[in-house]
């Protein structure tokens, strides 16, 4: 069983559109995060979301939103979309306690024409 | 916030030499260092870590060690081989508070 799956693999779709990315994790943990990583392989933190908590990176622009139906899901919603924002985006998830190891899923390679 | 360097950005070596990677962070509360290896078109998956109260720690070609008072920690693989081509990332974080923070990566090659 896959332990952190994210839905789409690939996502093309034209500037100005809302797309949402899905990820689900099976783990039991009780933090995920969305990384960003550009054309530079730089792999950026972008959200980070418990079950308390929703810490927001300064640096993402507000037209991306997290949502968290509940533990084990956390999806990224993006609106109006820009050529800017063509990465591949990482969820990961893991656990607060003292093996912090992130579990990544397998990405999704947006692209914005 | 934490801030991770990471050099160099790329390292040939042939095939049965070793590699060095090194990484320096800035906030003194980090506690959890962990390096992820990357292979093209795939995730970044975890291949070792090591925490503040251990000062090295090894698995088979793979080592890490760590300089809290310096800030700065290593990845050493011994005895490279093809298979160990991939962009390698370190990080660091406070264990259960923060994410992690990768330094910029590390495209390894491996020439045989």
């Known amino acids: 069983d896959t332990a952190v799956s994210q839905t789409p693999k690939y996502l093309v779709t034209q500037m100005g559109n809302d797309k949402s990315i899905k990820c689900e994790q099976n783990?039991?943990?009780?933090?995920m995060y969305w990384y960003k990583q550009d054309s530079k392989k730089f792999l950026k933190i972008m959200f980070s979301?418990?079950?308390?908590?929703?810490?927001i990176n300064e640096t993402v622009p507000n037209r991306f939103s997290p949502k968290s139906p509940d533990k084990a899901h956390l999806n990224l919603h993006i609106n109006s979309l820009e050529l800017g924002d063509s990465a591949v985006y990482f969820c990961?998830?893991?656990?607060?306690?003292?093996?912090?190891?992130?579990?990544f899923g397998q990405g999704t390679r947006l692209t914005v024409v | 916030g934490e801030n991770v360097e990471q050099h160099p950005s790329t390292l040939s070596v042939q095939e049965g030499d070793s590699a060095v990677i090194k990484c320096t962070y800035s906030d003194s509360a980090s506690n959890y260092f962990p390096w992820y290896k990357q292979e093209l078109g795939k995730r970044p998956q975890l291949i070792i870590d090591i925490r503040s109260n251990v000062g090295e720690k090894k698995d088979q070609r793979i080592a890490v060690t760590l300089n809290k008072t310096a800030k700065h920690f290593s990845l050493h693989i011994t005895e490279t081989q093809p298979e160990d081509s991939a962009v390698y990332f370190c990080?660091?974080?406070?264990?259960?508070?923060?994410?992690?923070?990768f330094g910029k990566g590390t495209r390894l090659s491996v020439i045989a």
């Open positions: 979301y418990n079950n308390k908590e929703l810490i």
């Open positions: 990080a660091a974080s406070i264990t259960g508070n923060t994410p992690l923070v």
């Open positions: 990961a998830s893991s656990s607060q306690g003292a093996h912090a190891e992130a579990f």
């Open positions: 783990l039991g943990h009780d933090t």
